[in-house]
């Protein structure tokens, strides 16, 4: 049997699993927005696990937040213009890199969640 909830409830069932603190409220809502948008998509219905969400996501707040746990092919060398870096060069060719290679959901205000890989 399932049962289809709102974004309220899927906020109560990561603190019924004391996981509230496993996303940023911004992130916990790009998160619904794309599980249900995959729904839609897909026409499969998805179960809620919220342990298995928090196994297979991650939010990152920045860049570097990301890449202290991931590694790039993006080399700084090639995003350099007058002997500076065009960071938000490298940052758009960081994250394309992402979406080639996994899932990547922005989240509102800044920050990103991926579908770890």
């Given at each position: 049997m399932k049962q289809t909830i709102n974004f309220y409830g899927f906020c109560d069932a990561f603190r019924a699993c004391?996981?509230?603190?496993?996303?940023?409220?911004?992130?916990?809502?790009?998160?619904?927005n794309y599980l249900t948008n995959y729904e839609e998509e897909t026409?499969?219905?998805?179960?809620?696990?919220?342990?298995?969400?928090?196994?297979?996501?991650?939010e990152y707040n920045a860049l570097a937040d990301y890449l202290r746990d991931y590694d790039t092919d993006i080399k700084n060398k090639d995003y350099f213009t007058?002997?500076?870096l065009d960071q938000e060069a490298a940052g758009a060719a960081?994250?394309?890199?992402?979406?080639?290679?996994?899932?990547?959901?922005?989240?509102?205000?800044?920050?990103?969640?991926?579908?770890?890989?």
């Open positions: 004391d996981r509230n603190d496993s996303f940023t409220y911004a992130g916990k809502k790009a998160l619904y026409g499969e219905e998805l179960d809620l696990d919220i342990i298995a969400l928090c196994c297979e996501y991650t007058n002997g500076k960081i994250l394309k890199e992402i979406e080639d290679k996994s899932v990547l959901i922005p989240v509102a205000g800044g920050g990103f969640i991926i579908l770890q890989y």
